[in-house]
């Protein structure tokens, strides 16, 4: 936003060396800032391809464990103990803040059960099927991992975009402006000054009080 029209003042000079003081102040907290983001992205860019390697590991090892289970029970065997098995996950959310950026971390409890807590028999599943579901169940906790670390990569990723934008209205429009203002006052200040002093002088030469008056 432009700066309004000054006049060439000594306070409205003060004026904008306190703002351009100020906006020097913000400035580095902006980069203070930003370089914080930065190594907070670094970190989750790391649980980020963490969790992504754990994923596919588990989600691997959950499909060979459904295919042995399908070749011992057959198809209806597994959705069978699969429909006793089904239920609702609790999830909630946390507010979390991280340098000014608020964000959403989900939270959640009792992914992987115990095998007496899936609501089925024991004597109507095999191991196989025990195995399959502690494996899928793995694999749904590393998925909500996965959820949680890049939706906080995305949110960290956009606030970094936010925070150079303005750090480049500081450096690139703000303080170019305020520095041209202040040059224009103080040179227009200088230069008010000189024609004062001439006038003094030519006023003084006028009613004898120059060097060259005489006694």
């Known amino acids: 936003m432009p700066l309004e029209p000054m006049s060439p003042t000594r306070t ?14 913000g400035l580095s907290l902006l980069r203070s800032k930003r370089e914080a983001l930065v190594r907070e992205l ?16 588990t989600l691997q090892a959950a499909m060979r464990a459904l295919a042995v289970s399908m ?23 946390e507010d979390k803040i991280v340098w000014g950026v608020r964000f959403q971390d989900i939270r ?3 992914i992987v059960r115990s095998a007496d807590a899936r609501g089925y028999a024991f004597s109507g599943v095999s191991s196989a099927t025990l195995a399959a579901s502690r494996e899928f169940e793995k694999a749904l906790e590393v998925v909500l991992r996965v959820v949680s670390v890049e939706t906080r990569l995305k ?15 500081f450096t690139e429009v703000v303080l170019p402006e305020l520095l041209q203002r202040i040059r224009g006052i103080r040179l227009a200040l200088e230069e008010r000054e000189r024609e004062d002093v001439f006038r003094m002088k030519r006023f003084k030469k006028r009613n004898g009080e120059g060097p060259g008056a005489r006694g």
């Open 42 to 57: 670094f970190g989750m860019m790391e649980q980020a391809v963490e969790t992504r390697d754990l994923f596919t590991d």
């Open 155 to 169: 949110k960290i990723g956009a606030e970094i975009s936010t925070t150079t934008r303005r750090v480049n209205a």
């Open 108 to 110: 959640w409890q009792g």
């Open 12 to 25: 409205n000079l003060l004026a904008l060396k306190g703002r351009e003081r100020a906006a020097r102040e």
């Open 71 to 93: 070749s011992l029970e057959g198809r209806a065997g597994v959705e069978s103990a699969a429909f006793a098995a089904r239920r609702d996950i609790p999830l909630w959310v």
